[in-house]
């Protein structure tokens, strides 16, 4: 059922909230608002889809949340006229893929929140247009592999969240670009190796998380250019033995947990003589 949302009062409205509604196909464009509308929100309202330019008669909008539906299909216009868009959340909804371009517009988006989705596949083409986004998260989808250059158009993002997916494998320059990332989310996951320079290029990363996963062989130079990495998490995973000097060479590393994996004797004899690992969590 199509349902629209046809007036409102002329009273000076900032923030609106349309939540528990039951729409299929969503759209706004007989709403007449004040032009001093800047924040947005339909939570749990049974959208299934969100019909082409359905805000662009909403110019001001800074949030707009559309978590909790339904929503399986964007189409590709449908965020036409948000070029002052901030924020954007479309966690808790059905999405199984990201039409190409349908960011384009979304030059000022800061924060894009797509978890909690059935996305199992994202590359380049899913984030065009979003050149300042700082924050982005895409935990608790289907994400199988990142692709080469998957962020390089996203260069100002500082954190991302790729947490609870099903990650087998990262390929390399996947993380291309990425000059200003200071946090990396690769937890409870289903990755088994990394490789040779996986990371590079991620001078300022500072937090990275790789526990739950199924790591077996980490290679000698699989952390190479992480040279102001203080924080790694490689709990829980299925590593027996860490090549010398792998960890050795992040110089700025302060934590590292390694606890609940099968390290052998050498490796724990290792781990215990690193010089530049202020604090150490072994089993």
């Not at 260069?155 to 990332?181: P, R, S, W």
């Amino acid at each position: 059922m199509e349902k629209e949302i046809s007036s409102f009062s002329d009273e000076a409205v900032f923030q609106l909230t349309i939540e528990k509604s039951n729409f299929d196909n969503f759209h706004m464009k007989n709403v007449k608002l004040p032009k001093n509308f800047f924040f947005l929100s339909v939570l749990n309202s049974k959208i299934r889809k969100v019909e082409s330019g359905a805000f662009k008669e909403f110019s001001l909008l800074d949030s707009l949340d559309l978590k909790e539906n339904q929503i399986e299909t964007l189409e590709s216009d449908v965020f036409l006229g948000l070029q002052l868009l901030q924020v954007l959340n479309l966690s808790k909804n059905n999405l199984g893929k990201l039409p190409k371009d349908v960011f384009l517009n979304l030059s000022r988006l800061l924060n894009l929140d797509l978890s909690q989705n059935s996305l199992s596949k994202i590359n380049m083409d899913s984030f065009k247009g979003l050149t300042r986004l700082i924050q982005l998260n895409l935990t608790y989808n289907k994400i199988e592999e990142i692709e080469p250059e998957t962020f390089k158009i996203t260069n100002k993002l500082q954190d991302i969240h790729l947490n609870n997916n099903q990650i087998k494998y990262i390929h390399k320059n996947a993380f291309v670009g990425l000059n200003e990332i200071k946090s990396l989310v690769l937890s409870d996951n289903k990755i088994e190796k990394l490789q040779e320079h996986v990371f590079e290029g991620l001078d300022v990363l500072q937090e990275l998380h790789l526990e739950n996963n199924l790591i077996k062989d980490i290679e000698k130079l699989s952390f190479s250019g992480l040279s102001n990495l203080k924080f790694l998490n490689l709990s829980n995973n299925e590593i027996t033995n860490i090549p010398e000097n792998v960890i050795g060479s992040i110089q700025q590393l302060y934590v590292l947990d390694a606890t609940h994996n099968k390290l052998n004797e050498d490796a724990i004899k290792l781990l215990k003589n690193l010089n530049n690992v202020q604090t150490l969590y072994t089993d």
